[in-house]
């Protein structure tokens, strides 16, 4: 009799939660870490309260002799028991069984791209919602909306003992249903080399695997993740959500490769994976290099920190750039000379200014940096060579709120100047701290108010131009208003005192009929503009010490 290969059982919901809590699964490490968020978590209870099919698990049963294969961190339920006969690994499913056990525990954690998810706001509504979605993700709120970790509790009447009659029913009834809705389990007997080619499949026929993801599930025998997360550990909060890709290109590039596609990264690592197997000496040699470099990329976000004011992701033009300069680190062996540093320093601005690693310059820029960083680690003469590919009226285009390489570089440069308070009457510094996080946006100042200029018509695409901002506090930025810069700068210059100075902080050009002089706002915000182009460009271009822009406006 031929051996079964699939084995379909039914079990309801609350017994899908004891198999939980006797730590019958298992996460293996081909798998994805978790990745929903507190709004997918509660639409999953959601469809299991509305009765709608919420898809199989997919399990692959096995020996525990077969725990070689089981991941030991970076996983969300509870930690197999090794007195069960047999380990239950999840192949497809693992978000929404690690769903249940959160949901019904209410507790918190951070998902695979550092978002915090609270639990305990899976809620319940004891009222009919207008949209018909009665389990939302929001913070609870006694007698209305109530937490479903008190709800699936099994001293549920005690913990609600506040609802009225009306609202305990309501709550009874939800509570049944969820725990009686029965969910499908897929008993798969296969080898490893089927079960991660079936998790690849099933993967890009539903939540679509990212090319990172293929990657680390075709070899997890190198531990990947366990790479990745070490080099994590090295970058703090502002730069600590390091996407997977740019960490895989240099942890291939220090073993000899030269391309950032993901095919070639994959063909790469499959390679190594394939190497490493019987060669346990390549083995212990590619962890030794690979912890190494996780400290390189520490070394290199310090770097552009310190150098050129890149307090934080927000303001890196790209993710590669620390890759690569993470690499230099790498091969160089210690820090940069006084001519190391003086090519580093081009290098930044020429890549960010002028996008290097975007577009169709992407495959190109990479392979050759990578070259050149690993012959600068070597010859500290090495010179890095740059062909001017952007204008100055790509400065005045860029928007304040995008995120492109001269955008990031506008920021660069204004932080390197060391914002300053305008409206008090010393030159007193602004904390760079402050700019270190996303929720400082509203120090972002229009000089000329947009508020006012598209009021005169004026296009948001050039009142909006980074041309027209500068680093305030939100402060100062409320009590100048709307007020025009004519008005407001020439109270500070009338009343205070550094004004020149004040103003070559933020590089915005005051001279005598300068634009923002101007009585007529629309004529003078349009010279303006142009001026402070021209200004920038110019600042960009002393810190860089090489020519970035191809011609002038």
Request: aromatic share 10%; with cysteine.
């Amino acid at each position: 009799m031929s051996r079964k290969i699939i084995d379909i059982q039914t079990k309801r919901l609350s017994q899908l939660i004891e198999c939980i809590d006797e730590g019958r699964f298992a996460i293996p490490r081909l798998q994805r870490e978790f990745v929903w968020d507190g709004a997918k978590a509660a639409r999953l209870f959601d469809s299991m309260l509305a009765h709608m099919p919420i898809g199989v698990v997919m399990i692959w049963p096995t020996p525990r002799s077969q725990r070689l294969y089981l991941r030991q961190k970076y996983h969300v339920l509870p930690p197999f028991n090794a007195k069960n006969g047999k380990v239950w690994f999840l192949i497809d499913g693992q978000q929404r069984v690690s769903v249940v056990h959160r949901v019904r525990e209410g507790s918190k954690l951070y998902n695979a791209r550092g978002k915090e998810v609270d639990f305990s706001r899976v809620v319940f509504s004891l009222e009919t919602e207008e949209d018909g979605q009665q389990i939302r993700y929001r913070k609870p709120q006694p007698g209305r909306y109530e937490s479903l970790c008190e709800i699936l509790h099994p001293y549920w009447r005690r913990r609600l003992s506040h609802l009225g009659k009306r609202h305990r029913e309501r709550v009874r009834k939800c509570r049944e249903k969820i725990l009686r809705y029965p969910i499908p389990l897929m008993f798969v007997q296969a080898n490893i080399a089927q079960i991660r080619e079936s998790f690849l499949r099933i993967n890009t026929q539903g939540m679509k695997i990212t090319t990172a993801d293929a990657i680390f599930t075709q070899a997890e025998d190198l531990d990947l993740r366990d790479i990745r997360h070490e080099v994590r550990q090295h970058l703090d909060d502002s730069f600590g959500q390091m996407p997977e890709m740019p960490i895989l290109f240099a942890m291939a590039a220090v073993r000899g490769a030269t391309e950032a596609r993901g095919q070639a990264l994959r063909q790469v690592i499959q390679r190594l994976q394939r190497e490493a197997q019987h060669d346990p000496r390549l083995r212990k040699s590619l962890s030794r290099d690979w912890h190494r470099l996780g400290v390189c990329f520490g070394k290199a976000v310090d770097y552009l920190r310190q150098n050129f004011t890149v307090l934080s992701r927000d303001y890196l033009y790209s993710d590669y750039m620390v890759a690569i300069l993470a690499t230099f680190f790498y091969w160089n062996g210690r820090g940069p000379s006084f001519s190391q540093r003086d090519q580093l320093r081009k290098w930044f601005w020429a890549t960010t200014v002028g996008s290097r690693y975007s577009g169709a310059n992407f495959l190109r820029c990479l392979p050759d940096d990578l070259k050149f960083f690993k012959r600068l680690a070597s010859n500290s003469q090495a010179r890095f060579t740059y062909r001017p590919e952007v204008e100055k009226v790509d400065v005045r285009k860029a928007q304040y709120a995008s995120r492109t390489g001269i955008t990031a570089a506008c920021y660069c440069i204004l932080l390197r100047r060391r914002p300053v308070s305008i409206m008090d009457n010393g030159l007193n510094e602004i904390p760079l701290d402050r700019y270190s996080t996303s929720a400082n946006r509203k120090d972002r100042h229009h000089i000329f108010p947009r508020a006012m200029l598209a009021s005169l018509g004026v296009p948001a695409r050039l009142y909006n131009s980074i041309c027209n901002i500068c680093l305030l506090t939100a402060e100062e930025n409320q009590e100048i208003g709307m007020r025009r810069p004519r008005v407001y700068l020439g109270d500070v210059k009338n009343n205070g005192t550094h004004f020149t100075r004040k103003m070559a902080r933020h590089l915005i050009p005051v001279q005598d009929g300068g634009g923002v002089w101007q009585h007529d706002a629309k004529k003078g915000f349009t010279r303006f503009l142009k001026e402070r182009t021209d200004l920038i460009c110019q600042e960009l271009e002393k810190e860089a010490g090489i020519r970035l822009f191809r011609r002038d406006l």
